[in-house]
């Protein structure tokens, strides 16, 4: 099973915020499976293989997705005390 997931976001800094927070986990994976996130303009893009079960597939996306949303509420955080 394979997945690309493209968030858009309002500048490249946002997105390379982003990226950077999420990216240890293209590290700690399981052969079966791999994670690439890296960030291109504006956009954070996040490419999943997996060849185990499809919910480790659905648990990944979901862990990935969680990953994002919590640096995304940081990054509005640091930005109000600027």
């Known amino acids: ?3 690309e997931i493209t968030l858009e976001y309002d500048d490249a800094r946002d997105a390379e915020a982003v ?7 293209n590290f700690k994976v399981p052969p079966s499976l ?3 996130t890296k960030s291109k303009e ?3 893009i996040t490419y999943i293989e ?9 648990a990944t996306i979901d862990d990935l997705l969680f ?3 919590t640096a995304e509420k940081t990054l509005q955080t ?5």
Not at 78 to 82: G, I, P
């Open 19 to 25: 990226a950077k927070a999420v990216s240890p986990d």
């Open 67 to 69: 990953c994002v949303s």
């Open 34 to 36: 791999s994670i690439e």
């Open 1 to 3: 099973m394979e997945a």
């Open 42 to 44: 504006n956009k954070v």
């Open 50 to 58: 997996c060849k185990r079960r499809i919910s480790t597939f659905i």
């Open 78 to 82: 640091a930005k109000k005390l600027m």
